[in-house]
T-cell receptor
Framework: DAKTTQPNSMESNEEEPVHLPCNHS???????IHWYRQLPSQGPEYVIH???SNVNNRMASLAIAEDRKSSTLILHRATLRDAAVYYC???????????FGKGTRLHILP | NAGVTQTPKFRILKIGQSMTLQCTQD?????MYWYRQDPGMGLKLIYY???????DKGEVPNGYNVSRSTTEDFPLRLELAAPSQTSVYFC????????????FGQGTRLTVV
């Protein structure tokens, strides 16, 4: 199974941009890159996903490396409410499962 | 907008007791999933289903059973509760296409004493 590698934790100051990295060196051509986040005491929620091109939505941006072996989730202006665990996941066309890794715990400093 | 609904929200079980965690979704999703999350850890997939009548094991299926008789419901059964099953359980549903998102319930916090 294709796996992802993320830093265990990161810190950022409030109202500054945050770049959360993810390595997925064994990604296949049809694997999508998904990001979910889990706020304290809540279930995970979808943030963004992409295949090859960079993606933007109201929550974040996803920058995908040209070789697709890494990606970066960008929160343009972090708030205290963005403090959460962020999971980078590959969803695989030939596999029905969604497997979570350990994620990155993001701390936002006021 | 109900989405994915899990009941109960909290439960305390004694060792050896049985219980069923309920999960229902109103989005007509074919794919449904059960996860457990131990304190400070990530989510582990217990079982999943790609449609009514079809279930399959995930990463940590031992001690659990599931059934999928309808598209909407995906109950998780614990037959003989053990302290190691103390965890928060999350149910999720999705369209199942590789580029689609999954929707999660708010979780059931289970303590086995």
């Amino acid at each position: 199974d294709a796996k992802t590698t993320q830093p265990n934790s990161m810190e950022s100051n409030e109202e500054e941009p945050v770049h959360l990295p993810c390595n997925h060196s064994t990604i296949s051509g049809t694997d999508y890159i998904h990001w979910y986040r889990q706020l304290p005491s809540q279930g995970p929620e979808y943030v963004i996903h992409g295949l090859t091109s960079n993606v933007n939505n109201r929550m974040a941006s996803l920058a995908i490396a040209e070789d697709r072996k890494s990606s970066t989730l960008i929160l343009h202006r972090a708030t205290l409410r963005d403090a959460a665990v962020y999971y980078c996941i590959l969803t695989i066309l030939r596999d029905d499962k969604i497997i979570f890794g350990k994620g990155t715990r993001l701390h936002i400093l006021p | 907008n109900a989405g994915v609904t899990q009941t109960p929200k909290f439960r305390i079980l004694k060792i050896g007791q049985s219980m069923t965690l309920q999960c229902t979704q109103d989005m007509n999703h074919n794919y449904m999933y059960w996860y457990r999350q131990d304190p400070g850890m990530g989510l582990k997939l217990i079982y999943y289903s790609v449609g009514a009548g079809i279930t399959d094991k995930g990463e940590v299926p031992n001690g659990y059973n599931v059934s999928r008789s309808t598209t909407e419901d995906f109950p998780l059964r614990l037959e003989l509760a053990a302290p190691s099953q103390t965890s928060v359980y999350f149910c999720a549903s999705g369209e199942g296409r590789a580029g689609s998102e999954a929707f999660f319930g708010q979780g059931t916090r289970l303590t086995v004493v």
